[in-house]
Each structure stands twice: as C-alpha cells, then as structure tokens.
C-alpha cells in the first residue's frame, strides 16, 4: 500500500467506526428518541403511566369544547383515541383535525394535559386552494 | 485533469483565478435575493394555516439547507486534505466553518421564532431540534480546535478527524422527522413529493440558491485572506504586498 492509498484506508475507517458507532448507540436508544407517544402506543403499555409523558395525535372533529379556560377534546391516530383536559391558553395552530402533542398523565382514563402544543404538518398551501381541497372531499 | 486541479490549487494560482471569480458568484447573490424576497413577500400566497408567519420558511429552510451543505463541503474538503494533503483543501473547510456555523444559526433562530405563536414553544428537545443544535455544536467544536494549535498543519488534521466524524449526524438530522416522532413536522420537499404550493417552492428556491451563491463568495473571499496569511512569506505574497508585482 502505498502511503496515499493508506491514509484513504484511515479515513475510510474512521467514517465506517463512527456510523456503527452511532447506529448501535440509535439502536440502544430505540424509541426514547420518540418526542411522543401515539394513543396505540398508550393502550399498548408502552407509555409510563402514572408519571409525566407526551401523548400526540389528531384532534378528531367535533370533540373540542370549551368553557373559559377550561377546554376538552379528543386526540386519536385513527386506531385508538383519549380524551384530552387542559386548562390555559392554545396555541395559534390548535385546531380539530390537526395533530397536537400534549404534556401530562392519565388521571382515570383521562389524559390531564398541562402544555399543548400544536404540530404542524408538511403541507403548504393557499386558503383557496385548503377551501377546494375540503370541498373536493365532501 | 489531475494536473490542472493541482495547478488551481496551488495557493497563489488559486489566490489569482478566484479574484476573477469572486463578482460572478455576488452578482448572482444579489439578483436572485431582490427576485426571491420579491417572490416571498409579494408573490407567495398566505398558508391556510399559518397566514403570513409561512414566510418565515423562506429564510429558515433554504439556511438549515445550507447548514447542512456546507458541512458536507467541509467534511470532503477535509477528507482530501487528509489523503491528498492538498492545503487548499484545509483552507476550504476551514474559511467554511464560521458561515456554516452563522447559517446553523440563523436555522435555530427563525425556527424557534416561528415555533413560539405556531407550535406554542420556543423549543423543544425533539430528535430534529436536538440534532440541528448538535450541529452547531459540531461547527463550534471545529473552530475551536482549530484555533486550539498553533502549528496550522497538526490544527488543519486535527479539526479535519472532528469534522469527519461529526458528518453521521448529517443523515440524522435530515431523517430525524422520518425515524422518529417529532414535533417539527417531516419534509415537504423530497426527491419525489413537493407538498407545497407552486410560488412557495420558487420563492424557497430562489433564497436557497441566493444563499448557495453567498457561501460561495464568502467562502473564496475568506480563503484568499487565509492563503495570504499562510503564505506570508513566500515572494509573490510579498510582491503583492509591496506592490512590486503592478
């Protein structure tokens, strides 16, 4: 081997450690990367019940209520759904059919949220064009 | 060809042919930033979510783009400074890192100022979030080993090994919204799918080469001044100096 094609061998290696090295450290990590847990992992048991945790979904239409602060609704991944309570302000986003992540624990059942947070997805378009989408639908 | 690049990259060749390249990449810079904001005010609609506070992608997303493009120039750029021990090659990865490290920022700034009325938070320790600032990081830790040596040779192979490894988080930042659940939401802008309305994407489009353009000049103009630092006591440095050579 010549010292050039020596150095590249070094270089190549250290390229190759590095990705192992991170990929068994993903692996080791698994899902406590996840922000979230979805409703299914919730009903699965996947999430720590009892303490503090996210849960994230879409807020499935007409299930929003509100009386002064105090609002709830429901937060579904189309397989499973909880009922969401959460006193404070809402952020700009929140809206029925869009996906929220929201803070707190299950209280018999009910998720008591203290933060909700709006999520926004990859979708970028007009007001005319969202009006003829929705229309298109019905 | 191998003859040619190593004659561009002798450093007094490179010093000569970039000066003359230098206003081809600002003129550029200049009109496709006056179109691309006109397209981003004026042309570009208002989201049917967002309203006007969509127009903050326009600066976000074509600089997290280049956050993460001009790590990758400097990852290559060190990696044939390694192997070819070509000093312009160092030079480049090194006159990159603070406007790589200003673009990083400039991502997490307008991303954070975009989250607070949208999402609700200024920010959160999500997989994309997270790994965006590991980036930073990344490029801080890179300046400051390089500034660590005084000997610029054992700073350039040095830095060159930290860039190198930091390249795996690239993949991750960009499949982070994929792999993991996050808040920030996932790519509108794939190879296959565009999710987003026509003049959102040119307007996107033109900030983002405007962008590409700026690194660009920047870049050669930080390199030149470097190549004359380190070749400070070579005769056509000091004949440029003194004037000697005009």
Redesign the interface.
Known sequence: MTKRQNRMALVLLLVVGTILAITLLLQALGSNANYFYSPTAVAQGKAPVGKNFRLGGLVINGSFKRKDLKSTFDVTDNKNKFSIEYTGILPDLFREGQGVITTGSLVNGVFVATEVLAKHDENYMPPEVADALKKAKE | MWKWIQAFASPRNFYQISEKIIPWLMVPFIVLSLIGLYWSFVVS??????GDS?RI?YVHVPAAWMSLFIYIIMAISS?IG????IKLAYIVAKVSAPIGASFTFLALVTGSIWGK?????WW????RLTSELILLFLYLAYISLNNAFDNPKTADKASA?IV??G??NIP?IYYSVD?????H????ISFTKI???QD?FIALLLISFAFKFLYSALMLMRARNEVLVREQNSRWVREIITGADK
């Open positions: 609609p208002t989201d049917y979510q967002q969509v992608m990696g390694l192997i070819w021990q009325p949208m999402w609700g938070t959160v320790w999500d997989a090994v190198i490894i390249l795996v991750i792999w993991w659940n996050s808040l939401q996932g790519s509108s999710s987003m309305q959102m």
